[in-house]
Every structure is written in structure tokens, then in C-alpha cells.
């Protein structure tokens, strides 16, 4: 509504409008919430674990008090190892996935500054159109849908372009199945001496994200991806060479709920309230973690990888073929073509209807060409793989495509 320079005037008013009368209107009572159970395989959320359901009856207390701080001293440690990291400013802003691109972006970016927006689908596009509201100047590095980005594409424009603050990419993105591999980008990213940010919402939890060895200055995640939890909170971690770049900017950030320098505050020893933390978002996120843990961090990237070829295996007995190719594909989001001739809706609609199982549609330029099949979390299991193999086959045999069953080749493939 605003734009800078503008005055405002703050008035309040009395809300006069009358309540409506929904029987009168013919409207019946209003009914309890939808209560049916989905097998959630599109690009999330993922279905909850039971463990973190249960963590979100837990009684509400202040979020000041003792217990609960304490509980989010260990909230920020377990954070700390899931993304690798040893970053005192590791935390949970109160918002989804883009609350914590936002953050990201917002915190590093003045006015003026550069940013090399990596681009190869939706995140990179959304990060990109933040960078411009922040009055910085995003140059792109772009791949095609479906392509990992090039990391000679990013060293020939990180040597033509003076003064780049931050190198912006998306590790796993989730419109289109693809993986960037990170070790060589990130050596390039390091000798250049900008910051490197890192979009982890698909892939924590569910494929190595390592920030510390791979030089990463801010990273950001989701809850309802591969953490299995509801959407509600964005896990962010920043490096010490980014905290002092914050500390020493030379323009507030322009967001005031997402200013990592009061938020750190709370988060940090002084205890300071800023806002009030979603307390039960926050056991969620806990538990959630304690998940992870539990499994440990690389039997949980193995059972991705495992069950994402189990997956693949049933989908290539059934004559169906992926989008991206094998070795950058990202585990937990895999995009299937349609074949020829087939509604893509329709047989989102049937397996919904008849198994309760949620696929995704494409995206953008791929939107209509695709399925995008969510191995995420606690939805990454062998009976979500045979179920949602039997219930494609079914879909696409009603349209009269007669493919064979896939259901046997991925448990081959799976084994046990
Ligand atoms: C889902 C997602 C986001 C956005 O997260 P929201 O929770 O939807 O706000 C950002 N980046 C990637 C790669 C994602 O998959």
C-alpha cells in the first residue's frame, strides 16, 4: 500500500457491518472440519508423523517460560546438526518456506546490492522477484526446466559482474525433481568472496545438506517437506561472516517481523520478546526433529534414495518415464511425463477419489506435461510406493492405456 515517502494516516473505526444469519440464508450449520486421510505424495506438505501430531496436544505455555525456553535451546541445536552447521544464529522463523527465503534475502540485500539468481524453476523465479522488491539488482544465471544450473554458467557471470553481494540457488527444486549437485558451485561461489544463500526447503531432511563444508552463508527450509511436520515454520541458519554483514548494513531491514538482528534476540540469551512464537508450531518442529535424529541423518537420505528408486524402477515397468535425468534427480520429488494422449487431471482426480492419494500437478512451462510424485519424510515409505504405483496404473488403465503393473519391480528393487 505504501511506497517510501508516502505519508499515511492511522485512523480506527468501529466495525458496523451486521452478522449474517446463515440459517436464514438457507446455509446450514456450519460442518465439523474434513477429517478423511490422504496418502500425501505431491510436493508436500508430507503426511505428519504420529510422533508430531501427538507434540502439538502438548500444553500451551508462555513463550517466555523457562520450559519452553529451554525446549527451543534444544530446537536450535537439533537444527544446528540437520543442516550441518555450527552457526549461532540457527533458528525458526514463524512463517512457511517463503517467510524463510524472505528472511534470507531481506537480511543480506540493501538497496543497490547485487545478487546471481540462480534460476531453473518457481523457487528461483520467486527469489528472484524478492531480490527486486528489496531495490537490489538480481542477475541471472538460468538453466531450463528440468537442467541443473551450470556451474561454468555461474563463473563466467561471477567474473563479468562487479560487486556481487549474494549467489542465491535452490538446492532441490521442487518444480521440477532436480538436485543440484553442490560441491563445485560452492567452490566457485567461495572464490569469488560472495555470500552464498541456499533454498534447503525440499531437501533437508531428505538429502545431505551440509552448510558448514559447503561454505554456506544462509540457508532456509520448510517444515511440511521432508521434516514431515505441518507448514508453519522456516528453519534459517546464517554464518558468522553474514551476521556481521547484517550488523554493519547501512539501512534498517526493511522488514520489521523478519529482521534477524531483533529476532536474534529472543532466540539468543537476552530473551527479548519481539513476537510471540507459534508454541505449538514449535513442538511441532521439535519433535519433528527429534524424528530425524532418531533415524539419523544418513539412513534418512538412504531410505530417500532407496525408495526413489524403488519408485523409479515400478514407473519404467509400467513404460512411464521420468523428466529429469538420473544422476541429478532430488529423491524426494520425482516428475513424471504424462504419455501421450492421457488427461494428467483426470487421473489426479481418480486417485484421489479412489485411493485417497494426493499426486501433483506440473508447474509453469511444465504444468499439464508432468505428475510431480512427493517422496517426502514420513511419506517416504515402501507402502506409499506400491500404493501410489497400483493406483496410477489403475487411473491410466481407465483411460484405456493398458500399462503393466509396476508394483512388483519396485518391491523388487526395494528389497527386504
Ligand atoms: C515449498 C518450497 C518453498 C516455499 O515454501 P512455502 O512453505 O510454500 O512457503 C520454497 N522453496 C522450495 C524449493 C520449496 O519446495
Not at 508423523?49 to 536450535?76: C, I, K, N, W, Y
Not at 538497496?111 to 531453473?120: E, L, R
Not at 563444508?213 to 534459517?236: F, H, I, M
Request: aromatic share 4%.
Amino acid at each position: 500500500m505504501l511506497s517510501r515517502g508516502d505519508s499515511a494516516v492511522v485512523y480506527s473505526y468501529h466495525c458496523a457491518a451486521p452478522m449474517r444469519d446463515l440459517q436464514h440464508e438457507g446455509i446450514e450449520m456450519h460442518p465439523p472440519l474434513p477429517s478423511s486421510e490422504r496418502v500425501l505424495m505431491g510436493p508436500g506438505p508430507s503426511n505428519i508423523h504420529p510422533r508430531v501430531m501427538h507434540a502439538m496436544s502438548t500444553p500451551v505455555v508462555g513463550h517466555l517460560d523457562s520450559e519452553f525456553l529451554s525446549m527451543m535451546d534444544h530446537l536450535q541445536q537439533m537444527l544446528r546438526e540437520v543442516f550441518q552447521t555450527e552457526n549461532r544464529l540457527t533458528m525458526a522463523i514463524s512463517g512457511t518456506g517463503s517467510a524463510g527465503m524472505e528472511t534470507c534475502l531481506v537480511n543480506l540485500l540493501e538497496p543497490g546490492d547485487k545478487a546471481i539468481v540462480c534460476i531453473n524453476g518457481v523457487f528461483g523465479t520467486r527469489m528472484k522477484d524478492i531480490v527486486a522488491r528489496c531495490g537490489a539488482d538480481a542477475v541471472v544465471v538460468e538453466a531450463s526446466w528440468g537442467e541443473a544450473i551450470d556451474p561454468d554458467a555461474l563463473r563466467s557471470t561471477l567474473s563479468e559482474t562487479a560487486d556481487v553481494r549474494v549467489v542465491a540457488l535452490v538446492h532441490a527444486e521442487t518444480s521440477t525433481g532436480v538436485l543440484q549437485s553442490m560441491d563445485e558451485i560452492a567452490g566457485i561461489v567461495k572464490d569469488s568472496g560472495a555470500m552464498l544463500l541456499l533454498d534447503t526447503v525440499t531437501s533437508l531432511g531428505g538429502a545431505e545438506v551440509a552448510l558448514d563444508n559447503w561454505g554456506v552463508d544462509a540457508a532456509y527450509s520448510g517444515t511440511q517437506k521432508c521434516l514431515s511436520c505441518p507448514p508453519g515454520l522456516a528453519p534459517v541458519s546464517f554464518s558468522k561472516r553474514a551476521v556481521e554483514h547484517i550488523l554493519s548494513r547501512k539501512t534498517p531491514v526493511q522488514s520489521w517481523y523478519l529482521d534477524t538482528s531483533m529476532l536474534s534476540k529472543y532466540w539468543g540469551s537476552e530473551r527479548v520478546y519481539h513476537h510471540t512464537a507459534p508454541i505449538s508450531m514449535n513442538y511441532a518442529l521439535y519433535e519433528a526433529l527429534r524424528v530425524v535424529l532418531d533415524e539419523g541423518l544418513e539412513a534418512r537420505w538412504q531410505n530417500h534414495r532407496a525408495l526413489h528408486e524403488g519408485l523409479v524402477a515400478g514407473l519404467e515397468a509400467m513404460g512411464l518415464s521420468l523428466k529429469v535425468r538420473a544422476d541429478i534427480r532430488a529423491p524426494m520429488l520425482n516428475a513424471v511425463k504424462v504419455p501421450e494422449g492421457v488427461d494428467e487431471k483426470q487421473v489426479r482426480l481418480d486417485v484421489m477419489s479412489r485411493f485417497g492419494l494426493e499426486l501433483g500437478a506440473g508447474l509453469g512451462p511444465l504444468a499439464g506435461s508432468i505428475w510431480r510424485i512427493g517422496l517426502m519424510g514420513h511419506s517416504c515409505q515402501a507402502s506409499s510406493v506400491t500404493t501410489c504405483l497400483a493406483a496410477l496404473g489403475w487411473a491410466l488403465n481407465r483411460q484405456g492405456c493398458n500399462v503393466p503393473d509396476g508394483v512388483a519391480a519396485a518391491l523388487e528393487r526395494i528389497g527386504g
